[in-house]
């Protein structure tokens, strides 16, 4: 149980294009989401928090208009990253919180984002 | 302010060694301390986790050590084996579940 997905597992995309990642919570109901970028050989870094039928919580620093994020149920939650540029090549992982457990957060198995 | 450290940034441990990585906290309201193995490529995934009402707990071959007046926590894996290199961070929130804030990480090699 708790297995959280992510889609795709990779993506390249072009300097100025937008591309949309996945985050789903296969077996369980997830009120909050969160997204974490990893650039090589560094720690997770905390991007937004997602809260399924309200805005995210963008941390200090993430440009929330070029970061988008949906979490329109409780098993899916979006990151839009817009007009994306090289430095945004990085990996992104989700978790998810099961809101009825409480207790864990799930992680997803990232998607990297080459941005040319 | 990186509010968890962790030390060291990379490990080698022999075959059948005991693996040691340390995490120091300056957030006094965290309560909830994971850790997570994480393989090249792949997400993270949480070996084990401790609340500050207990010292020590022990799962397998992981066992997590706490001493809250140091605010210092840490990891040891006994008979460490060659696929248990990975990199591995510990983690800190104010309570389970909610936002983790991560060590730096570290790059545990085991050699056969």
């Known amino acids: 149980g708790a297995v959280v997905s992510q889609h795709p597992s990779w993506v390249i995309c072009k300097s100025g294009t937008s591309v949309k990642i996945e985050c789903r919570s296969l077996d369980f109901q997830a009120t909050t989401m969160f997204w974490y970028r990893q650039f090589p050989k560094q720690s997770l870094m905390l991007m937004a928090t997602s809260n399924e039928g309200s805005k995210a919580t963008y941390e200090q620093g993430v440009e929330k208009d070029k970061f988008l994020i949906n979490h329109a149920s409780l098993t899916l939650s979006t990151l839009t990253v817009t007009s994306a540029h090289p430095e945004d090549s990085s990996f992104y992982i989700c978790?998810?919180?099961?809101?009825?457990?409480?207790?864990?957060?799930?992680f997803g198995p990232g998607t990297r984002l080459t941005v040319t | 302010q990186q509010q968890v450290k962790q030390s060291p940034q990379s490990l080698i441990v022999q075959k059948g060694g005991i693996s040691i990585i340390n995490c120091a906290y300056e957030?006094?309201?965290?309560?909830?301390f994971p850790w997570y193995q994480q393989f090249p490529g792949k997400g993270p995934a949480l070996l084990i986790a401790i609340r500050p009402d207990v010292s020590e707990k022990k799962e397998g071959r992981f066992t997590i050590s706490f001493n809250k007046s140091a605010k210092q926590f840490s990891l040891h894996i006994m008979d460490s084996q060659p696929g248990d290199s990975a990199t591995y961070f510990c983690?800190?929130?104010?309570?389970?579940?909610?936002?983790?804030?991560f060590g730096g990480g570290t790059r545990l090699m085991v050699k056969p």
């Open positions: 957030n006094t309201a965290f309560d909830y």
């Open positions: 983690a800190a929130s104010r309570g389970a579940g909610n936002m983790l804030t």
């Open positions: 978790s998810a919180r099961d809101h009825l457990a409480g207790v864990e957060q799930y």
